[in-house]
């Protein structure tokens, strides 16, 4: 054969195994799409570090999300003063193991803070996420309230908010809420979680939290959102106080669209997406997807 | 000696200030540190809350030690081991020794007044004026610190160097100004005399002065001296240790400023005895304690019969553990820890919401401050039991008030919008705020179902955080009064 027969065939050749490369890695159906790329991953185990992550993993591992020199905040629930059986604050195991994924995925510094609503110093220690951070090696901040930025937001009832500048000088942002039942807003997920890192007076937030939810959460763009349901408080929320109140799901959901991890937690309650108006709110402006069904969903269950 | 002494003085004097800023939440729920300590060897403390409450105070017997040393050794707390004493000494040391002159040394019958000074005082703590805090150097020299220079001095900090070394959050406290301005008094009087308010005014002094009157230490000035009055130039206690017969050994601070000082060597300390049973005249005339006495029986009864003595004042929220307000009033010494060591800077002084009894004694405004649910600190440094140490449990459900919604101010009352952070901040199990739905209209002219809060009285404790988060800021919708509360019998609401 002649030069050009000879490099057609290697192209040829080169196609074909291409394709049978690619080939073998196509599995049938939605679990394949599942595998490839999942819109939300939902891990089920009782112990909350593994469970958390083999989540990670299963979404892609950390790597795919933190690069190597990342100033990274981790954005647990650590609002009130309650130790962590009463479910009203994020797992502080779940926290700890969070930050272990991020240094190994060569993160160069993991931040850990929250504007507390009680004493921050007593929320630290009583919540345990101050000692888990610590120990996996985070830095542990303490917020001064008064250096915050005033961003705008292009929303219905909000039109700017300060938002804490410790927050506005990372790199990436994981979003790592509790799930919670809450009086006013029915119920306390991801969204919500952003409250902790703002300024301002966030008393006036709630006035119409059908609107100030979403658009809260319109100035983050979350790397991840881990979404603690390992124990969800089911009663006097969202400070809890008595274990009574706890249950136990033994569930992590990570995803990164912040909508629709909102909208898989209000089934842990029994309730459906739509229920939520700050979820069908945050829809509209266009943060995420609401509608489970359009979602993949990989699910598995951790030993 | 003189040496030892300063010694001695510095390393108590930086002991004090360490235990007081130690007198702060540090991530254990107990003081880790024994605070209240200087307070617990005061037998001055001990004395008048005996008087005042005719209890004897656990704690307080601490203070026998520091007993046992004066009746031993004489005033050597107010030479070697007061706080207050070697603040004093620190400033006098910038005055140049030309300016001393005897009349420093010498004892001076004016020196008498404190001793006035104290059986008002002790007269006030028979009729439960428990006054004896304002004057104690111990407990001004706490509530000075505490409540005026750390946190102006943590004002200073923040603003050049932008971080705090004090404490954990900027302080506040109303009437700072005045209790800077006391100490200020007190420290700048050394100017006139040194140690004048040791000499002429401390009750705390006087009474470890009268506990001296044989105690076994002699003062000898032997055949050296020439009379050229170093001594007196340089004394502190205004003994007189230019001759052993007129020494005045309830006066002598033991600070051997005399024995350095003279050019002959004449002064020398040492024991006797024999000497010790033959005490000298305190200087008071018997005319002069009866005025007083008589002075005391007079004045005090007019002051408590104020008609505020009987009715309930709804201000008055007392931190949790507090005994009812008659016992609380005459243990009180406004010492002012509890207001140090409080985590969110609610416990405030009051000045006269209490009566002129009351002032400076510890009262809960949540608009600056709530009480923090899981937090018992300030049961653990009252030193006299004016608020009882509790458990975390026997806290958690004592009630310190009441909280109350006014629905003219309440924005899902008044205004038909939603809020109720009231009820997502009240920390019990079950909230004492619930909610009923109510349909209302919105402005704009739609149905639309509302929460309103409502106040749970059998399980309010009154912390007052619903008061501190509520969004009508500039006067809560929702507020604390002390009605309910459980230390008292009267001041009760439901049956």
Known sequence: MDRREFIKMLLAGAAGLSALNVAGKFKTGLDALADFAPDLVVAKGSRAESVVEEAVNAFGGMKRFIARGDRVLIKPNIAWDRAPQFAATTNPALVGMLVRLCLEAGAKEVFVFDRTCNDPRRCYVTTEIGKASQDAGARLVYIDESKVKECPINGNVLKNWPVLTDVLETDKIINVPIAKVHGLSKLTLGMKNWFGAIGGNRSRLHQRTE??????????KPTLVVLDAIRILTQNGPLGGDESYVERRNTVVVGQDQVAVDAYGTTLFGLKPQDMGFIVNANKMGLGEMDLSKLTIKTLEVA | MKILRRISQIIFLFLFLFLLIQTEYRGRDSIAYPVKIFLELDPLVFIATLIA???????LLLCLFVVAITVTVGRIFCGWVCPLGSLHNALSFAKRKRYLNQAQGQYDSAQAVKYYVLIFLLIGALFSFQFIGIFDPLSLLIRSLSLAVFPALSFLTELTLRKNFLSFRQ????????FGLILL????????RRRLWCKYICPLGTLLGLLSFCNIVKLKVNEQCNSCMSCCAVCQGGCSPNSSKDWRRQECFICFNCVKECPKKAISFGFSFTDALRPNAVDIKRRHIIQSLLGGLFIFPLLKINPSA??????????????????????CIRCSECMKVCLTGGLQPVTFEAGIEGIWTPVLVPR??????????CSQVCPTGAIGKISLKEKQHLKIGLAFIDKNRCLPHAFGIDCIVCEEHCPTSPKAIRFKEVRTMTEGGTEALLKQPLVDPGRCIGCGICEYKCPVIDRPAIYITSINESRSNNNVLTV
Do not use: M
């Open chain 1, 211 to 220: 609107y100030t939810i979403p658009e809260i959460a319109s100035l983050f």
């Open chain 2, 53 to 59: 409450t005719h209890k004897v105070i656990g704690g």
């Open chain 2, 171 to 178: 302080p506040y406290y109303r009437d700072a100004v005045l």
């Open chain 2, 185 to 192: 008094g007190v420290l700048l009087v050394n100017i006139k």
């Open chain 2, 310 to 331: 009987k009715l309930e004042s709804p201000g008055l929220i007392r931190p949790p553990g507090s005994k009812n307000e008659g016992e609380f009033l005459s243990r």
């Open chain 2, 368 to 377: 600056i401050g709530y009480c923090e649910f899981n937090c018992t600190l």
